[in-house]
């Protein structure tokens, strides 16, 4: 058991460096250009939820997303209820990294990686952000590849078989796994990969997994609120906003965990893209249901932690 831990261990600190790489990449292509999208485009709900897909999809993180957003609130720029379609958009566009996952056994991995970091000593930000797209994009495939090949050694141990067998009669305890896990690891996508690795080998139940994967999106929402330690009221409020918005989403859809297991199934056959499929449902879903009643949303949070205007 002590092998299989360090291995995951290890497995865990290849995909977030890889993650790390990544978002290094995008962020010398395009970060300053999302700071401003979200300033022009955050006047109205609709038009900030859309904006915070385009950031979030492009930043690969919707704690990055909201970290910009919070920056931007505490100096004056927005203002609380302005961040709430942003919010919105974050939680939408973060399901393009699941999806990305899914492609980690349909890619060849060295090539990402040789690729990856001849461009990533090329002394100019362009080649530099695209080497690091590639190189993190080779990491993250390799860690996934590496939690796959650790399912069947983990699935023979008692105290594994009884954690299963409990999240499988019970799928609404995955959420608090999922939810701690995520806290603790400080990455959603790794909550979600490491779920997506051991699902397609079998380790977990698909009702498990979704639950896990409900659970990442409470648990992701540790860094925006970090993030906001410190600052003004009016960005604490945008890190409570995100708070509620996932613990809600996740109240109302937590009791349908088997229907949402139902309809992953009729959208694709494989489990990884079952888990993702599912994932874009719920974050979508999750963001519409709030859309029409942005203002009655606003003025619970701003009730709640007795803020006035």
Request: aromatic letters at 10%.
């Amino acid at each position: 058991m002590a092998d299989l831990i360090t291995l995951f261990t290890v497995f865990l600190t290849i995909f977030l460096f890889g993650m790390t790489v990544l978002r290094v990449g995008l962020y010398q292509l395009s970060y300053r250009n999302m700071k401003v999208l979200l300033q022009r485009f955050a006047n109205n709900p609709f038009k900030g939820m859309l904006a915070g897909i385009v950031v979030t999809s492009v930043l690969q993180s919707s704690s990055a997303t909201m970290v910009i957003a919070i920056g931007l609130v505490a100096v004056g720029v927005l203002n609380f209820k302005q961040s709430i379609g942003i919010i919105l958009g974050a939680n939408i566009g973060t399901t393009v990294t699941a999806e990305l996952l899914t492609f980690s056994n349909s890619i060849p991995l060295w090539p990402l990686l040789i690729i990856g970091a001849v461009l990533l000593i090329i002394p100019k930000q362009t080649w530099f952000g695209a080497g690091g797209i590639v190189f993190g994009l080779g990491c993250i495939f390799v860690a996934l590849n590496g939690f796959e090949s650790l399912a069947e050694p983990l699935k023979q141990f008692p105290i594994i078989q009884d954690s299963l067998a409990y999240t499988n009669d019970f799928p609404n305890a995955s959420i608090l796994i999922g939810t701690a896990m995520t806290a603790i690891i400080q990455s959603s996508t790794a909550a979600t990969g490491i779920s997506m690795s051991f699902l397609n080998e079998g380790i977990f139940s698909l009702t498990s997994a979704i639950g896990i994967m409900l659970g990442a999106n409470i648990g992701t929402c540790i860094t925006a609120w970090v993030a906001s330690l410190g600052s003004n009221y009016e960005a604490r409020l945008v890190a409570m906003a995100h708070i509620w918005l996932n613990v809600l989403g996740v109240l109302l859809f937590a009791p349908f965990i088997d229907e949402l297991a139902a309809l992953s199934q009729w959208l694709s056959n494989d489990p990884a893209q079952q888990l993702a499929h599912i994932s874009v449902v719920f974050n979508v879903l999750s963001s519409l249901i709030v859309l029409p009643f942005v203002q009655h949303f606003t003025k619970f949070v701003m009730f709640v932690h007795k803020y006035k205007e």
